[in-house]
């Protein structure tokens, strides 16, 4: 495996009466000028926003809001709320909702510290110099985003998605109910499990010999996550399918099960591209991208295709050769998005090949993309064409 340093400095609450119990300290500890961010008001509808800022109330904490958080989180959302934190003195940001809403904080608690345009740092062009503490508040289990340092935002002027984030902008603290999952719309359900999902496939599709360990850690949430998808997409208010759900997505991408690895990333990359253009749900367009990733490079290591069968779908390796394993894999793979619910094409979006190269283009524009194997822009062309 590769040298590694390992810190993830965020405390977690999971579970039914956590934030009862300990937002009004975690916050506290912090300050008392707040700022509140969420997304479409569906915290409004389940009450859970009520319940957030009575407890805030009776503590004392002065509440400023940014609600409205997109889907793909915008640029320019994010510049209203750097714009309020400094206006307002705010000394803690909390990101009420799902992954959108909890990057679209971190990059306004980057903001509030940085020069420049936040954009530069998701650019390349510049360098976080500190960020406002952030807590959050989970309720949407798919970006894992409760307990790391990345986010990713949209510039819509531009039509650019890109990634970014810092070792200032891991959460403080996350609080994660089951409960608060329960009204999610059965659609953005599915599209967590996609996310979460392809993040363990990013980490174990990697170049990195002698890792064994990190290889089992991955196959056991992923395998997780088969067996409990069904459950949670079905019976929304199954606590146990939710718990299990929910800290699935965390543990895949809190550093936890990847180090010494590096990931490949690509199909993020490329699904990036797809949204920032047509604005479509990052788990979704994950699921239609990563099957054909597979069978573009399935050539690079087919033993590891052969291992996802045999391990994780349990598929009986008897009289079957190692090519014909990972073919195997793939298809499962396919069968498993298919059989939650999640879109299959690009056509499912109404996607055609319009933009293809372009996409194409802008995946590549810092350098080649992947770990596992490196892709140019014919390759991933190549990738969206089998997408269609």
Known sequence: MNPFRFQNPTALYYGKGQIEEYLAAEVTKVGKTVLLVYGGGSIKRNGLYDKVVGILKSAGVTIHELSGVETNPRLTTVHKGIDICRKEGVDLILAVGGGSVIDCSKAIAMGVKYEGDVWEIYARKGAATGALPLGTILTLAATGSEMNSGGVITNWETKEKLGGGSPYTFPAFSFCDPENTYTVPKDQTVYGICDMLSHCFEHYFHP?????????????????????????????????????????????????????????????????????????????????????????????????????????????????????????????????????????RLADYDIGSENVERMAEQAVRFKPIGNFTLLGKEDVQQILKASL
Not at 309 to 327: C, I, N, Q, W, Y
């Open 208 to 344: 990195t010999e002698h890792t064994p360990l990190q290889q089992h850690l991955i196959e056991a949430v992923i395998s997780t996550i088969v067996e409990n998808a069904r459950f949670a997409v079905d019976n929304p208010e199954d606590y146990n399918a939710r718990e299990t759900i929910m800290y699935c997505s965390t543990m895949a991408l809190n550093g936890m099960i990847n180090m010494g690895v590096q990931g490949d990333w690509a199909c993020h990359a490329i699904e990036h591209e797809i949204s920032a253009i047509y604005d479509i749900p990052h788990g979704g367009g994950l699921a239609i991208v990563f099957p054909n990733w597979m069978d573009h490079v399935v050539n690079v290591n087919p033993q590891r295709f052969a291992n996802l069968a045999t391990r994780v779908f349990h598929v009986d390796p008897t009289g079957k050769s190692t090519e014909e394993l990972a073919g195997i894999a793939i298809e499962k793979v396919r069968e498993f998005f298919r059989s939650i619910g999640a879109p299959t």
